[in-house]
């Protein structure tokens, strides 16, 4: 069992950066591969980035590549999201979920999910 709590989400102007953190409970943590989803309103839950159990292999949705960057502390059961170069676009509900799957793209791999974070990106 994990349980997870998302945190950092805000307003904040297009360009700007955004550093959401997930913390999660339990001693698996690092047995997980994590992953962070959004959805904005209206549309589908999208996937945005993902992280191995190791941290060694990372995975981005077109879409933010080269904007955000995530990263974990198995030490410390944490995983990031950092978002530079914010858009309007990016305005969504973010989740953080882990998996114990490969196929870490796909929200349905997820078993565990936070309650999410509001991302307000103003133009």
């Known amino acids: 069992q994990v349980q997870l709590a998302e945190s950092g989400g805000g307003l904040v102007q297009a360009g700007g950066s955004l550093r959401l953190s997930c913390a999660a409970s339990?001693?698996?943590?690092?047995?997980?591969?994590m992953g962070w989803f959004r959805q904005a309103p209206g549309k589908e839950r999208e996937f945005v980035a993902a992280?191995?159990?190791?941290?060694?292999?990372?995975y981005y949705a077109d879409s933010v590549k080269g904007r955000f960057t995530v990263s974990r502390d198995n030490s410390k059961n944490t995983v990031s999201l950092q978002m530079t170069s914010l858009k309007p676009e990016d305005t969504a509900v973010y989740y953080c979920?882990?998996?114990?799957?490969?196929?870490?793209?796909?929200?349905?791999?997820?078993?565990?999910w936070g309650q999410g974070t509001q991302v307000t990106v103003s133009s």
């Open positions: 979920a882990a998996s114990v799957s490969r196929q870490l793209t796909y929200s349905s791999s997820y078993t565990y």
């Open positions: 339990g001693r698996t943590f690092s047995s997980y591969a």
């Open positions: 992280i191995n159990w190791t941290g060694f292999l990372t």
